[in-house]
């Protein structure tokens, strides 16, 4: 039976429960108005209430958490994206309530119940829910701020709001900086996960001999400085979402293991005996073509496929240039905070060359430029003198362009000082660090040379590591 009070928007409660008692003084003495309170026993009812959708908070009593072997949790979280579920128990059915809290359920009452415990939980719920509502509408809007109305990226955006609230692995493509970190946060944000944590790993970063124990975690004594045991990153991540940046650099010990987990939904921290199950989504990222990898034997083709579930492909922001003024806006509001400035915008000369720019370094590039300006800018307007020298004479070489250069002089003529072959290399270094925010293995690959002479020209140089430092 459902019952209804008043009229104008209603809040749907579900509650399912064996015992006909309980239901009866649940739905006697429900007061809050504009509610429509839905019961069952359980049985085939129950599933198709469960199916209809649309409820704002759920009470399961224990024991109707399985119902002809369907698991009854799971189904409530499927039908209803971002519900939150109450088990109701009693004494003796605590470890079952316990359990189900673990998994994916918010709370729960120990019977009797208290109705007005439960109206109050129900009306905290639903204003949840009204929030994360609200929440998705503007990270929607700042999404497409970010990623551009033209056709494909209305596309991109269209797969976002029908992937986000599920738990399918995602794959996203595209050069370094044109956003893919910010793309997976957002997924990870209109998910039902979006309370929980989300972790981002830089496989490229991490030393292979690392890889494992920092992605699975060790066991003490497993190797040699292993004094103790250690979660690993799906374990921090457990609820929530791990975000797998350069996915591509992963070894191939490594990614045998992502592939059992993403079988599994199991791992196994090295030097253990045992497995563990982990509820963590994964979104992978990746600057290669990872079929092309596979091709080449440098990637496991069923490892792509289980990563490729969605791939999503973000272009380089030079193909989305209508965005470029809303980024700016962004960005100049995020270094008004940090510099403690107070800038209203950006002159249109400044701008006009933002626009015509061609952003190898994308997206990740135009916030340092912006980061330069804000910081630079002595007026309430960001001015064409306030940009990277690089960017104010686009047509220059850029080796003679960069800010930290030193003492970069031009004639009237507009004729470059001649630096020495040493000048030169540690110019273009610090240009390509800063391109590509330090990311050591895009920056090898861009300047044509391995890691380790990317940190020997470092050393030497005495460049730093990071914006940072």
Known sequence: MARETETGQKMKILVLDS????????????????????????????????????????????????????????LCKEHNPGVEVFILTTARDLPKAEQSVQRS?????????????????????????????????????LLEDVLGTTPAMKKILKT??????????????????TGKEFLANILHRLSNRAEENFVAVNCGAIPENLVESELFGSRKGSFTGAVQDRKGLFEVADGGTLFLDEVGELATSAQVKLLRFLQERELRRVGDTESKFVDVRVIAATNKDLRKAVQAGAFREDLY?????????????????????????????????????????????????????????????????????????????????????????????????????????????????????????????????????????????????????????????????????
């Open 19 to 74: 015992d006909i008692e309980i239901r009866k003084e649940i739905f006697d003495h429900w007061s809050i108005p504009n509610t429509e309170l839905s019961e069952s026993a359980g049985g085939s009812n129950a599933i198709k209430l469960i199916s209809q959708g649309g409820f704002g908070a759920i009470f399961l009593s224990t024991d109707l958490l399985q119902i002809d072997n369907l698991d009854i949790l799971g």
């Open 105 to 141: 359920a918010h709370s729960f009452l120990v019977k009797p119940v208290n109705i007005k415990l439960m109206e109050s939980l129900a009306l905290k719920s639903v204003s949840r829910s009204l929030s994360r509502v609200n929440l998705r509408v503007m990270q929607e809007q």
């Open 160 to 177: 976002v709001s029908k992937v986000a609230p599920t738990n399918s692995t995602i794959l996203i493509e595209g050069e370094s900086g």
């Open 305 to 469: 496929y289980r990563l490729a579930v969605f791939c999503l492909h973000l272009p380089p922001l030079r193909e989305r240039r209508g965005t470029i003024p809303s980024l700016v806006r962004t960005f100049v509001k995020k270094f008004n905070a940090m510099h403690k400035k107070h800038i209203q915008g950006i002159a249109k000369t400044a701008e006009a060359i933002l626009m015509q720019y061609e952003y190898p370094g994308n997206i990740r590039q135009l916030e340092n430029i912006i980061e330069h300006a804000v910081a630079m800018a002595e007026g309430d307007y960001i001015n064409l003198e306030d940009l990277p020298e690089y960017i104010q004479r686009p047509g220059e070489p850029t080796v003679f362009a960069l800010p930290k250069s030193g003492d970069l002089s031009f004639s009237s003529e507009q004729s470059p000082r001649f630096l020495s072959l040493s000048e030169v290399e540690r110019n273009h270094i610090q240009i390509a660090l800063e391109t590509f925010n330090y990311n050591h293995t895009e920056v090898s690959k861009k300047l044509g040379i391995s890691r380790s002479t990317l940190w020997r020209k470092m050393k030497e140089h005495q460049l730093q590591d990071s914006k940072n430092d």
